[in-house]
């Protein structure tokens, strides 16, 4: 799958969802994204490829917590407000599917979450957990 070219005048870069079309915006309050544009960007330097776009849970923020990656407490000294259940925000796809295997993966918008994360996550277990439809 090829990585977004952010610099190509065509808005999010090109880059398709998971079901093929024009991918949206996740979230803008707070900002998510890698390069926190509020969209599931990825691109080379996105080494954990943050690219579902996922409605966050208390159950979800306490099981990353518990895996050492702590998404509630605010780091002022990176810009990080911290996260709360109903935050939208663009997840590794790993981290999601994981969740997934362990049974408190958050929901996850398809339109907003980019097609990249296929190649970790199988569209059935992502559209099981869908906000919106196809």
């Known amino acids: 799958m090829a990585f977004d070219n952010k610099d190509d005048g065509r808005g999010a870069g090109g880059a398709k969802n998971v079901l093929g079309g024009a991918l949206e915006t ?8 890698f390069y926190r544009d509020g969209c ?38 990176f810009g990080f407000p911290g996260l ?3 935050d939208r925000w663009c ?5 999601w599917l994981e969740a997934f295997e362990a049974g408190c993966a958050p929901k996850v918008s398809l ?23 196809q």
């Open 26 to 33: 996740c979230g803008s309050d707070p900002v998510t994204g």
């Open 111 to 133: 339109r907003a979450t980019h097609a990249r994360t296929l190649d970790i996550v199988p569209l059935g277990a992502l559209t099981a957990h869908a906000v919106d439809a």
């Open 84 to 86: 709360k259940p109903g």
């Open 91 to 95: 997840l590794c796809a790993s981290r």
């Open 40 to 77: 599931c960007h990825t691109g080379p330097d996105d080494i954990g490829v943050h690219t579902v776009c996922a409605i966050l849970t208390e159950d979800f923020l306490d099981f990353t917590a518990s895996r050492g990656n702590d998404l509630s407490t605010p780091r002022p000294e």
